[in-house]
């Protein structure tokens, strides 16, 4: 099992900026991919942005591209989606999101991520 810890989530202004965390623990076997996903409210979920094992390879929602960068500390499971710009349509809640370890490829499909953290609200005002 990996447990998944998400912080940083808040209510900020359109245009301000916004760092979420995640931090993955338990039988992780090395590093694992790892991305997020948010759902606004009566919306399904959706993706957000991936990354992969070594942190090299990101994958980002047109919606996002441009505007958030996901990363990931050197060698560890704990990565940040550092968030600029923000827009009144990226309230949700973001949830992270990671894959099987010995899983390598970074996929948007969230039925290729088994294990997910409680989430954390973001709040975009105009």
């Known amino acids: 099992q990996v447990q998944l810890v998400e912080s940083g989530g808040g209510l900020v202004q359109a245009g301000d900026s916004l760092r979420l965390s995640c931090a993955a623990s338990?039988?992780?076997?090395?590093?694992?991919?790892m991305g997020w996903f948010r759902q606004a409210p009566g919306e399904e979920r959706e993706f957000v942005a991936a990354?992969?094992?070594?942190?090299?390879?990101?994958d980002y929602a047109e919606s996002v591209e441009g505007r958030f960068t996901l990363s990931r500390d050197d060698g560890k499971n704990t990565v940040a989606l550092q968030m600029d710009s923000l827009k009144p349509e990226d309230t949700a809640v973001y949830y992270c999101?990671?894959?099987?370890?010995?899983?390598?490829?970074?996929?948007?499909?969230?039925?290729?991520?088994?294990?997910w953290g409680q989430g954390t609200q973001v709040t975009v005002s105009s």
């Open positions: 999101a990671a894959r099987n370890p010995g899983k390598i490829t970074v996929t948007s499909n969230e039925s290729e991520y088994p294990f």
């Open positions: 338990g039988h992780t076997d090395g590093t694992v991919v």
């Open positions: 990354i992969s094992r070594t942190g090299i390879y990101m």
